[in-house]
T-cell receptor, first 114, second 113 residues
Framework: KAGVTQTPRYLIKTRGQQVTLSCSPI?????VSWYQQTPGQGLQFLFE???????NKGNFPGRFSGRQFSNSRSEMNVSTLELGDSALYLC?????????????FGSGTRLTVV | QQQVKQSPQSLIVQKGGISIINCAYE??????FPWYQQFPGKGPALLIA?????SEKKEGRFTISFNKSAKQFSLHIMDSQPGDSATYFC????????????FGSGTKLNVKP
C-alpha cells in the first residue's frame, strides 16, 4: 500500500516568490492536513481539507492557502515568501469519518527561502 | 499559548535502559494522545496512542502512562536500543477537531551502545 506522497522533496525559492507544494494521500483517505515544522516552533497545524473543503485552520497568515481536488490530492500555496517560511512542510492523510484512525504523514517538502 | 508541553528537550540513555519522556496539556477537551517517532529526513510515524478512559497502554517495549487528573502523559521505552535514537513528539487532539493535532516541542533521544 503506497504511503502519503509529497512532491517535490526539496525546493529553493527566493524571497517574494510563491510556491506550490503537492500531497497525494493514501488511497481511500479523504482528509488531508498540512503542518509546518521548524526547529524554533516545532510542528504547527496549517489546515485540513476534506471533500474539497477546508475543515480546520491553524493560526497562519493568509499567505498560506490550500485546496483539495476531487481525487483527494491536495496542494498548499505560500505567496510572497519570507525567510521565516523556510521549513519542512508535512502533510498527513486519514480516513475522515474515523477519528484519529490511520493518520499518516508523508516525508515532507523541505522549503528553503533565500 | 503552547497547548502541549514536552520535556526533556534531549535525552541520552544507555542501551538496555529506560527512556522516559513527559508531556502535559491544558485543554480538557483533548481526548486522543498519540506519540510520534521521527527519523531525520522522514515524517513523523505513529508509535502508540491512548485515550483518557485508560491509564496505561503497552505495545511491545513502548508504554504510555496517562494521568487525567494531572493532565499529564508520558512515554516509556523499555530496553532502549540504538535504533530507537530519534526525535519523539507527543500530541493531542479533541473530538470536535479530531484531525487537528497540537504537538509538543519534541525530545531528541540518543541511545548509546
Amino acid at each position: 500500500k503506497a504511503g502519503v506522497t509529497q512532491t517535490p522533496r526539496y525546493l529553493i525559492k527566493t524571497r517574494g516568490q510563491q510556491v506550490t507544494l503537492s500531497c497525494s494521500p493514501i488511497s481511500g483517505h479523504r482528509s488531508v492536513s498540512w503542518y509546518q515544522q521548524t526547529p524554533g516552533q516545532g510542528l504547527q497545524f496549517l489546515f485540513e481539507y476534506f471533500s474539497e473543503t477546508q475543515r480546520n485552520k491553524g493560526n497562519f497568515p493568509g499567505r498560506f492557502s490550500g485546496r483539495q481536488f476531487s481525487n483527494s490530492r491536495s496542494e498548499m500555496n505560500v505567496s510572497t515568501l519570507e525567510l521565516g517560511d523556510s521549513a519542512l512542510y508535512l502533510c498527513a492523510s486519514s480516513l475522515a469519518d474515523r477519528p484519529n484512525y490511520g493518520y499518516t504523514f508523508g516525508s515532507g517538502t523541505r522549503l528553503t527561502v533565500v | 499559548q503552547q497547548q502541549v508541553k514536552q520535556s526533556p528537550q534531549s535525552l541520552i540513555v544507555q542501551k538496555g535502559g529506560i527512556s522516559i519522556i513527559n508531556c502535559a496539556y491544558e485543554n480538557t477537551a483533548f481526548d486522543y494522545f498519540p506519540w510520534y517517532q521521527q527519523f531525520p529526513g522522514k515524517g513523523p510515524a505513529l508509535l502508540i496512542a491512548i485515550r483518557p478512559d485508560v491509564s496505561e497502554k503497552k505495545e511491545g517495549r513502548f508504554t504510555i502512562s496517562f494521568n487525567k487528573s494531572a493532565k499529564q502523559f508520558s512515554l516509556h521505552i523499555m530496553d532502549s536500543q540504538p535504533g530507537d535514537s530519534a526525535t519523539y513528539f507527543c500530541a493531542a487532539s479533541g473530538a470536535d477537531n479530531f484531525n487537528k493535532f497540537y504537538f509538543g516541542s519534541g525530545t531528541k533521544l540518543n541511545v548509546k551502545p
